[in-house]
């Protein structure tokens, strides 16, 4: 059976254990079996079908915001976005004006969230992660950036926890303060607006941390995503959300800038858009065979630098070790969707988060087991979503074209793409806003002598 005619579920098979675990029905009616129709005559083939009936209306189709329904158990959430997730606020920042073409995103979470991570490929630009581990004491997060810059972005989170600090949020150190918590992955984008000097602060931090919101998300070419392509074409972020049972929720958020492609050989189509669940990418196409030319693929990426980061997100309780587990099990949801995944040339990062209260689920419980496998099946679901709505979402700069540019008959049929690219609020870093950020920054002088 072909990629674009095979059956999807309008619930997936961990949403289904979830309901399992939790005493929920999943007789007919309440998991429908849907057929993609069959290929229009002018040769391409449909990807995504529409949502069934019983998807419920008000259930974020394409990410529309509708808050008059409840949740439906399989679907995605009110904005199809990480801050569908209760305790998630998203902010981004970026410049595309030349020498410019970077960005940061931060992930706020306003009460600190048990987090974990697993990096995975060889070149990772990270911070703080050695303190998510299991082994180590450090309570949780109170944000996560996902930026641009590389190394030197990593800098970028110094204006994130100033504005932390400044609100009285971080780990309490009694009359001396609070020490804010953000660990960071960067990307590697240096040079890609024309100068490597041109490259985040901690004001773009600052700024993105200011910019944070509950809302919608843009997605495409914005925040850490500005500069990112996935093998050699223009990518950006990306983000998506489901709905499980007993009021769980899990999303994530994805800056793809992948060594491999997230572009299958054989027919041009998305690796992993049988993926879509509702009609989030209702109209989507395989390209035309006039469009598609697999032997000119372009090669994995011209500057052999790299690294693809997310964070993926539940309201579930979740022990430390289970948030870890939980960034594990997602990169299989890297793996679906980019191939080739983890190279040397790739500082593939993924954290957990869980903003959940009450007693945690716990790996090694096995009253918990259903119910972690499912959102961890979840995760990898939510994020390979993520990255498909990240290459569908970009939209060409410079020299790098994206995929709906590339194959136009694969995404004519998408209205629901300009939204996902004007969604939220994304402000452009100008030099005004790093003067106002840099005054916010300012520290107590060194003494004269």
């Given at each position: 059976?072909?990629?674009?005619?095979?059956?999807?579920?309008?619930?997936?098979?961990?949403?289904?254990?979830?309901?399992?675990?939790?005493?929920?029905?999943?007789?007919?009616?309440?998991?429908?079996?849907?057929?993609?129709?069959?290929?229009?005559?002018?040769?391409?083939?449909?990807?995504?079908?529409?949502?069934?009936?019983?998807?419920?209306?008000?259930?974020?189709?394409?990410?529309?915001?509708?808050?008059?329904?409840?949740?439906?158990?399989?679907?995605?959430?009110?904005?199809?976005?990480?801050?569908?997730?209760?305790?998630?606020?998203?902010?981004?920042?970026?410049?595309?004006?030349?020498?410019?073409?970077?960005?940061?995103?931060?992930?706020?979470?306003?009460?600190?969230?048990?987090?974990?991570?697993?990096?995975?490929?060889?070149?990772?630009?990270?911070?703080?992660?050695?303190?998510?581990?299991?082994?180590?004491?450090?309570?949780?997060?109170n944000a996560i950036?996902?930026?641009?810059?590389?190394?030197?972005?990593?800098?970028?989170?110094?204006?994130?926890?100033?504005?932390?600090?400044d609100r009285g949020?971080?780990?309490?150190?009694?009359?001396?303060?609070?020490?804010?918590?953000?660990?960071?992955?960067?990307?590697?984008?240096?040079?890609?607006?024309?100068?490597?000097?041109?490259?985040?602060?901690?004001?773009?931090?600052?700024?993105?941390?200011?910019?944070?919101?509950?809302?919608?998300?843009?997605?495409?070419?914005?925040?850490?995503?500005?500069?990112?392509?996935?093998?050699?074409?223009?990518?950006?972020?990306?983000?998506?959300?489901?709905?499980?049972?007993?009021?769980?929720?899990?999303?994530?958020?994805?800056?793809?800038?992948?060594?491999?492609?997230?572009?299958?050989?054989?027919?041009?189509?998305?690796?992993?858009?049988?993926?879509?669940?509702?009609?989030?990418?209702?109209?989507?196409?395989?390209?035309?065979?006039?469009?598609?030319?697999?032997?000119?693929?372009?090669?994995?990426?011209?500057?052999?630098?790299?690294?693809?980061?997310?964070?993926?997100?539940?309201?579930?309780?979740?022990?430390?070790?289970?948030?870890?587990?939980?960034?594990?099990?997602?990169?299989?949801?890297?793996?679906?969707?980019?191939?080739?995944?983890?190279?040397?040339?790739?500082?593939?990062?993924?954290?957990?988060v869980s903003t959940?209260?009450?007693?945690?689920?716990?790996?090694?419980?096995?009253?918990?087991?259903?119910?972690?496998?499912?959102?961890?099946?979840?995760?990898?679901?939510?994020?390979?979503?993520?990255?498909?709505?990240?290459?569908?979402?970009?939209?060409?700069?410079?020299?790098?074209?994206?995929?709906?540019?590339?194959?136009?008959?694969?995404?004519?049929?998408?209205?629901?793409?300009?939204?996902?690219?004007?969604?939220?609020?994304?402000?452009?870093?100008?030099?005004?806003?790093?003067?106002?950020?840099?005054?916010?920054?300012?520290?107590?002088?060194?003494?004269?002598?």
């Amino acid at each position: 059976m072909s990629r674009s005619t095979r059956i999807s579920l309008s619930i997936p098979i961990a949403v289904a254990a979830l309901l399992l675990a939790a005493g929920c029905s999943t007789a007919p009616g309440s998991a429908t079996a849907v057929v993609a129709p069959a290929a229009p005559a002018d040769g391409g083939a449909v990807v995504a079908a529409a949502a069934p009936a019983n998807a419920a209306a008000g259930n974020a189709a394409a990410g529309t915001p509708s808050s008059s329904n409840p949740p439906t158990a399989g679907q995605p959430g009110r904005y199809d976005a990480v801050t569908d997730v209760p305790g998630v606020r998203v902010g981004q920042v970026q410049s595309a004006r030349a020498p410019y073409l970077t960005g940061t995103t931060v992930v706020y979470f306003p009460a600190m969230s048990v987090a974990g991570v697993d990096q995975r490929g060889g070149a990772p630009a990270t911070k703080e992660t050695d303190l998510l581990s299991p082994l180590n004491s450090n309570p949780g997060v109170n944000a996560i950036q996902l930026g641009g810059s590389s190394m030197y972005g990593l800098g970028a989170t110094d204006g994130v926890i100033r504005w932390l600090e400044d609100r009285g949020e971080g780990v309490p150190l009694g009359p001396t303060g609070v020490a804010p918590i953000v660990p960071a992955a960067d990307i590697y984008d240096l040079g890609r607006g024309g100068n490597i000097k041109a490259r985040t602060t901690a004001e773009w931090g600052y700024l993105a941390a200011q910019a944070t919101s509950a809302g919608p998300v843009r997605q495409g070419v914005v925040g850490g995503g500005t500069g990112a392509s996935s093998g050699g074409r223009k990518s950006g972020v990306g983000t998506a959300s489901v709905y499980l049972a007993n009021g769980y929720w899990v999303g994530a958020i994805v800056v793809v800038n992948s060594a491999g492609s997230a572009v299958d050989p054989t027919d041009c189509s998305l690796l992993a858009a049988h993926l879509g669940i509702g009609d989030e990418f209702a109209g989507l196409r395989t390209p035309t065979a006039a469009e598609c030319h697999p032997t000119a693929a372009p090669a994995m990426n011209s500057d052999n630098l790299n690294t693809t980061i997310a964070v993926v997100v539940t309201n579930a309780p979740l022990e430390k070790a289970a948030a870890q587990r939980l960034s594990g099990n997602a990169h299989d949801g890297l793996a679906r969707a980019i191939s080739p995944i983890h190279t040397l040339a790739d500082g593939d990062t993924v954290f957990g988060v869980s903003t959940g209260t009450g007693t945690p689920l716990a790996n090694n419980n096995p009253a918990d087991g259903s119910k972690l496998n499912a959102i961890y099946g979840a995760g990898a679901d939510v994020l390979s979503r993520a990255v498909v709505k990240a290459l569908l979402s970009a939209t060409s700069v410079g020299n790098r074209t994206s995929y709906c540019d590339t194959y136009p008959s694969a995404c004519a049929q998408m209205p629901q793409l300009q939204q996902w690219r004007t969604a939220g609020d994304a402000p452009e870093v100008t030099q005004k806003a790093i003067d106002r950020a840099h005054k916010k920054l300012a520290v107590l002088p060194v003494p004269k002598r």
